[in-house]
C-alpha cells in the first residue's frame, strides 16, 4: 500500500507545486519509488517536464509525473483506488483552489497534507480557512511547511505574530524547520537532482515529514 502525499493550500504564492517537486526529487535521491500526481488544472509540473525533456531527451527520468483531471470525478476515483494501492510514495500537487467538488475524493484518501505557508496576515487567513475544509474532508496528518521565510526582516510585533501562529498550527498539525528565503529554492528540476544548496535549504523540513510519513 502506497501512502498518499497531498501538498495543498489555497494560497497562491506558497511554493506548492516547487516544494512537491524538490519533495519528489528529495525521495528519489534517498531511493523511495515516487510518483508524482499533477492534479492542478495549471499543469505545471507536466509542462515543467516537458520543457526539460525536449532540452534533454537523453535524460533518464527519476520518478514519474501522472496527469489528473479534477474535472473526471470517475477518473478521479478510479485514479485514487489505483494509487491507494500501489507501493511506494504517491505526490498529489493539488488545485489551489476549493471549487473543484472533486478534490473531496483525493482530500478522502490522503494520508499526509503538506500545506506550505508564509507569515504574513492573507496566508495565515486563508491557510486557516483551508484547514477548516480539510478537518472537514479528511482524516489526514496535517503538516505545515514555513516556506521561503526571510529570517532578516520583521519587527517584534511580527516575530510574535510568527510565535503564535506557529502555536496554534501546531495543536491541528505538525510545524516543521523553516526553509529559508532563497534564489536556490525558487528554481525547481523535474529531472535532476537536488544541488547541495537546494538540499541544504530543505534538508531539516523535508527530513521531518519523512519522519512522519514513517509513522503513518
Known amino acids: 500500500m502506497s501512502k ?3 501538498f495543498s493550500n489555497i494560497k497562491g504564492g506558497v511554493g506548492k507545486t516547487t516544494l512537491c517537486a524538490h519533495f519528489a526529487e528529495y525521495l528519489s535521491m534517498k531511493g523511495v519509488h515516487v510518483v508524482a ?12 517536464r516537458n520543457r526539460e525533456l525536449e532540452a534533454d ?19 478521479v ?15 498529489i500537487d493539488c488545485p ?14 490522503a494520508d499526509l497534507v503538506v500545506i506550505p505557508m508564509a507569515y504574513d496576515v492573507d496566508t495565515i487567513d486563508a491557510t486557516g480557512i483551508f484547514v477548516a475544509v480539510i478537518k472537514q474532508q ?6 505545515f511547511v514555513p516556506n521561503r521565510i526571510n529570517v532578516t526582516e520583521g519587527k517584534a ?18 510545524v516543521t ?31 521531518r515529514i519523512i519522519e512522519i510519513i514513517n509513522q503513518l
Open 157 to 174: 510585533r511580527e516575530r510574535e505574530m510568527r510565535d503564535e501562529t506557529i502555536s496554534v498550527l501546531g495543536q491541528v498539525g505538525t
Open 138 to 143: 479528511s482524516k489526514a496528518r496535517l503538516v
Open 37 to 48: 500526481v499533477d492534479a492542478d488544472l495549471q499543469a505545471s509540473l507536466s509542462r515543467h
Open 77 to 91: 476515483k478510479e485514479a485514487m483506488n489505483e494509487y491507494k494501492e500501489r507501493d511506494g510514495i504517491v505526490l
Open 96 to 109: 489551489g483552489n476549493l471549487n473543484d467538488n472533486n478534490l473531496a475524493i483525493i482530500y478522502a484518501v
Open 4 to 6: 498518499i502525499i497531498l
Open 177 to 207: 524547520p523553516r526553509i529559508k528565503q532563497s534564489v536556490v529554492i525558487k528554481r525547481y528540476s523535474t529531472l535532476y537532482p537536488l544541488d547541495k544548496y537546494q538540499y541544504a535549504a530543505v534538508e531539516y523540513a523535508f527530513d
Open 57 to 75: 531527451p537523453e535524460q533518464t527520468v527519476p520518478w514519474a509525473i501522472a496527469p489528473l483531471n479534477t474535472l473526471d470525478s470517475t477518473r
